[in-house]
């Protein structure tokens, strides 16, 4: 698949979450929604095949607003998960294998004084994403389909505003070949306050597929009355996808914010889950 594939078959999934919410809980059909997004039923169907893995209905059911509570129902995970279940699973086929270093509270306050971070834009299957590493690892991915690229560059950057800025693609470029087909070993580079780090492994151990709470984070951590600063830690957190902050809905089952859009989060979501239901069904 190329990159080009990439971004238009992201491109197909965001235009049909508009048609699936436009019809107001309605079941499209494969040839109405096809027709709505000027595809002919065939193309579309390889479409999402080649993408997802399922059939465009199997998918829409992924996509509809009450998804998020039926992932609580059948996948939530207390994140007091074994080995045998988490990130290291077997029969996971998208789960990341990651190894992460975390930054000194003293580097951090420094607002990236001192450090050198290179960025560069790629394809993924979700639209172009901006990344940006150290020498120890990725600690920036933005997913920018939503917010623009433009905005994803000074969100970014923002984090570390006494950081050096280098373009570096091709220095990136093997890491992110890991992180987007789940090959090798992908480092990660966390640069955050204590309490944002403690929230962001607590993600890492949230297996794909799978949906937790922010109160369950919280519990996770030791602090169980901080779900507020949780979900503000979660809404912080620097490296999408990787660290699937995706991942945490709110207690009700409702999907809560996603600092890369809303829309985006609900492809994340449904695209995992159906990853997951190839890969039970195979």
Not at 33 to 49: E, G, N, T, Y
Not at 57 to 62: E, H, I, L
Not at 256 to 280: C, I, N, T, V
């Amino acid at each position: 698949m190329t990159a080009h594939d990439n971004s238009y078959h992201y491109n197909v999934i965001r235009r049909a979450i508009d048609e699936i919410d436009g019809a107001g809980g309605e079941a499209l059909s494969l040839d109405a929604l096809a027709a709505k997004m000027d595809m002919s039923p065939a193309h579309f169907q390889r479409v999402f095949s080649r993408w997802v893995g399922v059939s465009p209905k199997r998918y829409q059911q992924f996509l509809t607003l009450g998804h998020a509570k039926t992932l609580l129902q059948d996948r939530f995970s207390t994140l007091d998960t074994t080995q045998s279940v988490g990130l290291s699973g077997q029969g996971r086929l998208h789960d990341l294998f990651l190894r992460w270093e975390a930054m000194s509270p003293g580097a951090y306050a420094t607002g990236g004084a001192g450090l050198t971070i290179r960025w560069g834009w790629f394809d993924s299957p979700f639209g172009p994403a901006l990344v940006m590493g150290t020498g120890k690892g990725i600690c920036g991915l933005g997913l920018a389909s939503e917010t623009g690229e433009a905005a994803a560059m000074e969100d970014l950057r923002s984090r570390w505003p006494n950081a050096e800025f280098i373009e570096g693609s091709a220095q990136l470029a093997p890491w992110v070949e890991h992180a987007f087909k789940a090959r090798g070993m992908t480092p990660l580079h966390l640069i955050g306050a204590p309490f944002q780090i403690k929230v962001w492994e607590a993600l890492l151990a949230i297996p794909s597929g799978h949906v937790t709470t922010y109160s369950q984070i919280a519990e996770k951590i030791g602090s169980p009355r901080a779900v507020r600063a949780v979900g503000t830690a979660v809404g912080r957190n620097p490296v999408s996808w990787l660290i699937p902050c995706h991942r945490a809905l709110r207690k009700s089952g409702a999907l809560g914010g996603y600092h890369w859009g809303l829309p985006m989060k609900r492809a994340l979501l449904a695209w995992e889950s159906a990853q997951a239901d190839a890969a039970d069904t195979a």
